[in-house]
């Protein structure tokens, strides 16, 4: 979905704003993409602020003024209650983002189209912004507010995002912007400052209403309000003293702190919420002070969860792992400890089976609350000797995260998010993903990671019927068109992994299976064909298929992690013997049930799709793309696969052999059991 498909609105809580507020508006109205709706609450204004965006309303529809009352509250709180106002008033209508602007900016004409096609590009982002300067100096120092950090003064909320965190929360000493971004990345949303644009902040902040001598006091007792940690607190206070006002600053930042402790002033944020962002400090604190060792700055008091571990707290950070390149060719023993994620999934189970029957004594496998656990639990009843543990737990839980790799020397990451959403397969393939990853650089026990991920994120548009499609053809360069949520995520999963293994020298392996079949998967592979109108339309033809039997895909995906010297390879899994989508379809009818099917020439439902492409963009989306060119060409284009690499360079085999293991596919079909 690209920027111009996005369709937001703005809201504004505007208080004797008649220095700037006109700038502001300007600065919207000259935007190249416009909001559909822009609501500019005016917070009981006594000077012309309300002349002014009326003025303005006049002359564009799409700009609306509400007055609230005169009030005896604090500003902050009442600025809350302003956009609860325009809430209510913008959520009748149809848009995808809602973006919340201070009176007093200004930015350039592309400023909300950049924002946007950001939104666009990543599924899982769920508020975006920039950095902003006031007298053209830049306030913040990143290194204390870091990328993830969103100012207040443009706040770009995915719509989806801004309902699930509830938006504003009222908070007397301010503060609720910050809360609103922070609630996001607890609940497993990005949140990103971008360095590429800039707004321009017209009034200091704190100047509205304060001395400048007191806004560091006030500042330092909303820290305490907020629920930061008094480490986090003193360091900060400890920089500011090197900043204007000199010393004076950081003191009094440090004493408003303290004052709000002494008075333990009530907290207006849940504890949840405390928690969370006292973890991100600290994770922030060690990269801040590489040299501090973990007993200096302590973990966290483990909280009650679902995984009996202590936890510790993590945050997106460029930590870098200065793991000896020697550490990443290490053998390593069997008494290490082996993580599995999505370890009772499908493939998971199996890969825990290889491990176990490789003679591997420790073992954690980690699944989500809901899953079914009771094929590993019989597993692991074959194997009393080995130290197993099964956790529940979720990736997108940073603690959780915290939990399950501590300690790990090798993980199998096996999770992953399916299904028609974008924003549900983004974050919790891509999501969970950066967090375990996060997790291992703050552990820096990891000598690899395998990434399990798919196939399908090769595109073969550009390849001849017949070519052969192995690791060395090209990624899927055109995702918008392919429109497939899973592939998008899946390939975005395997981006992050290749910039952690570049960036921080993480020693990664990616796996991608082709299409995994066995016990357990009660369906036929969507590469023989489909049923969505209503009857069986065969389109494989005589093509081969890319199978692999679980078992044998659960053996390379082992393999990737234990044989040394293959960092930063990629490895396509594809068994031996491969059967034709015909012979498939035929032996499926004569050992498994027999039903009705159409043959449909690959070139008559290429031209299907071509013409399906066509009415969703005249349509702008009424019907989705959902039958494309390029996923038709990927699933249903003739080719030849290759599993060689496989055989060279971590000398796989399939252990089961195609014969057999249709045999036990047909079987498991047929009556629900498996002949393994």
């Given at each position: 979905?690209?920027?111009?498909?996005?369709?937001?609105?703005?809201?504004?809580?505007?208080?004797?704003?008649?220095?700037?507020?006109?700038?502001?508006?300007?600065?919207?109205?000259?935007?190249?993409?416009?909001?559909?709706?822009?609501?500019?609450?005016?917070?009981?204004?006594?000077?012309?602020?309300?002349?002014?965006?009326?003025k303005y309303a006049a002359q564009h529809d799409w700009i609306q003024l509400l007055r609230a009352p005169e009030h005896g509250q604090h500003e902050f709180a009442a600025k809350v209650d302003c956009l609860r106002a325009a809430w209510e008033k913008l959520r009748p209508l149809q848009f995808d983002s809602i973006g919340n602007l201070d009176?007093?900016?200004?930015?350039?004409?592309?400023?909300?189209?950049?924002?946007?096609?950001?939104?666009?590009?990543?599924?899982?982002?769920?508020?975006?912004?920039?950095?902003?300067?006031?007298?053209?100096?830049?306030?913040?120092?990143?290194k204390f507010m870091n990328e993830e950090h969103v100012s207040g003064g443009v706040q770009i909320f995915r719509r989806a995002c801004f309902e699930e965190v509830g938006g504003y929360i009222p908070m007397r000493s301010g503060g609720e912007d910050w809360a609103a971004v922070t609630s996001a990345r607890m609940k497993g949303w990005r949140t990103r400052s971008y360095a590429e644009k800039l707004f321009v902040h017209h009034r200091p902040m704190g100047s509205n209403s304060q001395e400048r001598w007191s806004v560091h006091w006030r500042r330092g007792e909303r820290d305490y309000l907020t629920g930061g940690h008094p480490l986090w607190q003193l360091s900060r206070s400890a920089y500011q003293t090197s900043k204007k006002p000199y010393i004076v600053g950081g003191l009094f930042l440090l004493f408003g702190f303290a004052w709000a402790f002494l008075r333990r002033m009530e907290r207006p944020v849940p504890e949840e919420l405390m928690h969370f962002h006292r973890s991100e400090q600290m994770a922030r604190l060690r990269r801040l002070l590489p040299l501090a060792s973990k007993r200096v700055?302590?973990?966290?008091?483990?909280?009650?969860?679902?995984?009996?571990?202590?936890?510790?707290?993590?945050?997106?950070?460029?930590?870098?792992?200065?793991t000896?390149?020697?550490?990443?060719?290490?053998?390593?023993?069997?008494?290490?400890?082996?993580?599995?994620?999505?370890?009772?999934?499908?493939?998971?189970?199996?890969?825990?089976?290889?491990?176990?029957?490789?003679?591997?004594?420790?073992?954690?496998?980690?699944?989500?609350?809901?899953?079914?656990?009771?094929?590993?639990?019989?597993?692991?009843e074959q194997y009393p000797a080995a130290q197993v543990q099964i956790i529940s737990g979720n990736l997108l839980s940073r603690e959780h995260c915290?939990?399950?790799?501590?300690?790990?020397?090798?993980?199998?990451?096996?999770?992953?998010?399916?299904?028609?959403?974008?924003?549900?397969?983004?974050?919790?393939?891509?999501?969970?993903?950066?967090?375990?990853?996060?997790?291992?650089?703050?552990?820096?026990a990891v000598v690899r990671l395998v990434n399990v991920s798919t196939f399908a994120v090769h595109s073969n548009m550009n390849l001849k019927p017949g070519g052969m499609l192995d690791e060395s053809c090209e990624i899927e360069p055109n995702l918008?068109?392919?429109?497939?949520?899973?592939?998008?995520?899946?390939?975005?999963?395997?981006?992050l992994v290749a910039d952690y293994h570049r960036q921080h020298g993480l020693p990664c392996v990616t796996v991608r299976p082709g299409i995994v079949f066995g016990r357990g998967k009660k369906t036929i592979p969507g590469a023989v064909g489909i049923d969505t109108f209503g009857f069986f339309l065969h389109l494989g033809g005589g093509n081969r298929l890319p199978l692999t039997y679980v078992d044998n895909c659960a053996d390379a995906i082992v393999l990737a992690g234990l044989v040394k010297g293959v960092e930063g390879q990629i490895f396509n899994v594809v068994d031996d013997d491969l059967p034709t989508s015909r012979s498939f379809l035929r032996?499926?009818?004569?050992?498994?049930?027999?039903?009705?099917?159409?043959?449909?020439?690959?070139?008559m439902f290429y031209l299907f799709c071509h013409l399906w492409e066509r009415y969703a963009k005249t349509s702008q989306g009424q019907l989705p793309p959902v039958f494309n060119r390029r996923a038709c060409a990927f699933m249903w284009k003739r080719h030849r696969f290759s599993n060689q690499k496989l055989k060279d360079k971590l000398g796989w085999k399939p252990a089961i052999p195609m014969a057999d293991a249709l045999q036990r596919y047909f079987a498991y079909q047929r009556h629900g059991v498996s002949l393994a």
């Open positions: 979905m690209s920027s111009h498909h996005l369709k937001y609105v703005l809201m504004t809580a505007a208080r004797n704003e008649e220095a700037f507020l006109e700038q502001t508006i300007r600065s919207v109205v000259a935007q190249k993409a416009l909001p559909a709706k822009w609501i500019v609450v005016s917070d009981g204004s006594t000077d012309q602020t309300d002349e002014i965006v009326g009176a007093d900016i200004t930015f350039e004409a592309d400023y909300m189209s950049f924002l946007l096609e950001k939104l666009a590009g990543e599924p899982g982002l769920g508020v975006v912004g920039t950095r902003f300067t006031e007298n053209a100096r830049q306030v913040y120092d990143y700055l302590p973990d966290l008091p483990q909280r009650s969860t679902s995984i009996p571990l202590g936890c510790r707290g993590l945050e997106s950070t460029s930590q870098t792992v200065r000896e390149e020697a550490n990443f060719s290490a053998t390593m023993a069997a008494s290490d400890w082996a993580l599995v994620t999505g370890a009772g999934g499908f493939i998971g189970v199996k890969v825990v089976e290889s491990l176990l029957k490789r003679g591997w004594k420790k073992i954690r496998c980690l699944v989500r609350p809901s899953s079914d656990t009771a094929s590993l639990k019989l597993l692991l915290a939990a399950a790799t501590r300690d790990a020397r090798i993980v199998f990451h096996l999770v992953t998010g399916r299904g028609k959403s974008f924003p549900g397969c983004y974050q919790n393939s891509v999501v969970t993903t950066r967090n375990l990853l996060d997790a291992l650089v703050a552990e820096r918008e068109e392919r429109y497939d949520a899973y592939v998008y995520a899946k390939l975005k999963q395997d981006e032996q499926y009818k004569q050992e498994v049930r027999n039903f009705r099917s159409v043959a449909v020439p690959y070139s």
